[in-house]
């Protein structure tokens, strides 16, 4: 049995990998309220783009990834004439980042030199 969008995409099913530090950013903004991909995107700029800049397509692909794991729910909707995913938190998502949180930080690695080592995983 295959798996859909809320827009009747097909999602692949992929071998599951360790969340990436920016899927638990996301879930972080996610359990503070619903956002759309747009939303967060935004939001992502404004708070943590200049210590933790990310390509904003991987933004927009990560919330798709965390609702395919059951770790966020996505709601589709409308903005005047566009389409739009909302996506929210579940329970499951609370949980894994409530243990990713409480789990010893790892030694940083530096993906950029100039932008410091300040990634957790």
Known sequence: MQAYT??????KK???????????????LL???PYTTYELAKQMERSLHWFWPRAESKL???????AARGLA?????????RRNTTYRITQ???EALRAWLASPPTTPRCGRPATGCSRRR
Request: hydrophobic share 35%; net charge positive.
């Open 6 to 11: 809320p827009f009747g995409s097909i999602i």
């Open 14 to 28: 992929m071998a599951p990998t360790p969340l990436s530090t920016t899927s638990y950013a996301i879930l972080s």
């Open 31 to 33: 359990a503070l309220r």
């Open 60 to 66: 927009y692909e990560d919330p798709k990834r965390l």
């Open 73 to 81: 729910v996505a709601e589709p909707g409308w903005t005047g004439r």
């Open 92 to 94: 499951q998502g609370r």
